[in-house]
């Protein structure tokens, strides 16, 4: 495993483009654009504002930096890298840009969600579309590219409507059976659409790509309900978490339930393996503590750490919600199918150093990780069962179904991973700090190391 130096970034503005060659970073309001390989810059472009928000085209040749404040968009190309587009909303506002599956049109979403504006690069024409929704998750598009799915409130009442991308014309409108859709998501190949109604209502519907409802879900009433939601890969289940702590597996041929996935406190069962981060400061010679090797290797007082495992049972901390606040730290909050659909990763907030790690074919829970600290982001390798975490110090971790691992990040000053992604190879990671990122190299030869 390698490391790459450090470079700047700003607001985790870091993306690999779709194709997997190139690195683009965002420093307040310039873009930097690097090869992924050489890391060498290739384009370096300035915006009139500082970017709060960047995304590549689906063909990799273009890249959007939205400035919200300013109601800006500006496009820039890598094929022509003079030519620049810069799209202004003026006074109705912007509060979200974003590319069509197409990567020749952009959506912007105005103030107080009055209207999506659709912008095309190639015949500059502009649509409307009135009535979007503000919600959790307002508008998602097929995984082929074909349909966009778009919530809407209009006379007090929810509807989702499904536009073509090519033309833009609507496919389906229709009213949904929610008190107050939260958010909506395409099945993976594209045949179901999942709509969820806020946490005050437990409620998953599911409609068929012409309007009809296929099947309703709801595990309880009287209390919160819906925190997250996914799809596997292979559009087989739907997972859903909840804040009363258990993930719920929904089947694709009946949509009912087969099994509950809870999350306790305690682990009495011999059958998952436990993993317990274990910290210990290295011993340091007198001779070590000299102010050349103190300036010069910032690994002198960090912490190392590695994973012990412990057998039932194992004893969790629990961090118990303050009902006066909003958006209580309980239930699930974070889920993720590998690649293979083969396992899940979730995350209950109120035993937030831990992640579960359950496998789909047996319906059981595979591992658990509990760290020192919260754990801040997971996510799965695209291309194999390998599970990627941090933890907000400096170090990163990885499970596999051969084991855990901890590794230090050899960064000067300290490099904190706030973040990670996977490149579309995963055959390298993107580690986001604070105010910096690098890059990490799998050693592809030993995948599970």
């Known amino acids: 495993m390698n490391f790459s130096e450090v470079f700047k970034q700003s607001n985790q503005l870091c ?35 500082q970017i709060v928000h960047m995304e590549w ?50 959506l912007n979403t105005t103030e107080f969600h009055l209207r999506v504006t659709v912008w095309s ?18 508008i998602d598009f097929s995984r082929d590219g074909c349909y966009m799915a778009l919530a809407e409130r209009r006379d007090c009442k929810d509807y989702v409507s499904v536009f073509v991308c090519d033309d833009w014309h609507l496919l389906r409108h229709f009213e949904t059976e929610t008190q107050d859709l939260a958010g909506l998501e395409w099945s993976p190949n594209g045949c179901v659409l999942a709509v969820w109604d806020s946490c005050l209502e437990y409620k998953v519907l599911l409609y068929s790509l012409d309007g009809r409802l296929l099947s309703t879900y709801s595990a309880y009433e009287w209390s919160l309900g819906v925190k997250a939601l996914t799809w596997s890969p292979s559009s087989q289940f739907l997972a859903i978490g909840s804040y009363d702590e258990k993930v719920r597996i929904l089947n694709h041929i009946t949509w009912k339930k087969i099994t509950e996935f809870e999350h306790p406190a305690t682990i009495n069962s011999p059958k998952a393996v436990v993993y317990k981060e274990v910290e210990r400061k290295p011993v340091v010679a007198n001779d070590d503590l000299s102010l050349h090797n103190i300036t010069m290797s910032s690994t002198v007082f960090n912490t190392q750490s590695k994973y012990e495992i412990c057998p039932p049972p194992v004893q969790f901390p629990v961090v118990k919600p303050d009902p006066d606040r909003a958006n209580p730290k309980i239930g ?49 390798d695209p291309r194999r069962p390998r599970l990627a975490l941090c933890t907000g110090n400096t170090k990163l971790y990885l499970w596999s179904p051969t084991g855990c691992v901890s590794v230090q990040v050899p960064a000067e000053g300290g490099f904190q991973v706030q973040s990670l992604s996977w490149h579309s190879s995963g055959d390298s990671l993107m580690l986001l700090g604070k105010e910096q990122l690098c890059l990490c190299y799998m050693d592809t030869d030993q995948e599970d190391k």
Request: glycine letters at 4%.
């Open 332 to 380: 699930v909050s974070t889920l993720a199918f590998s690649s293979d659909s083969r396992y899940l990763a979730t995350k209950n907030d109120s035993i937030a150093s831990v992640v579960w790690v359950w496998d789909m074919q047996r319906m059981s829970l595979e591992a658990v990780l509990e760290q020192t600290s919260a754990v801040r982001c997971f996510q799965w």
């Open 57 to 106: 085209s689906s063909d990799s040749l273009f890249i959007l930096c939205a400035m919200y404040k300013r109601g800006l968009v500006q496009v820039w190309s890598l094929e022509q890298p003079d030519w620049h587009c810069k799209i202004d909303e003026g006074s109705i506002g912007l509060v979200s840009s974003r590319w069509s599956p197409d990567g020749r049109h952009i």
């Open 121 to 138: 690069l190639c015949t500059k024409a502009v649509s409307y579309i009135k009535y979007p929704k503000a919600c959790q998750k307002g």
């Open 15 to 49: 993306r690999v483009s779709p194709d997997g060659k190139y690195l683009a970073t965002c420093v307040q309001y310039r873009l930097v654009v690097r090869d992924i390989n050489t890391l060498q810059i290739l384009h370096l472009y300035t915006c009139l504002d």
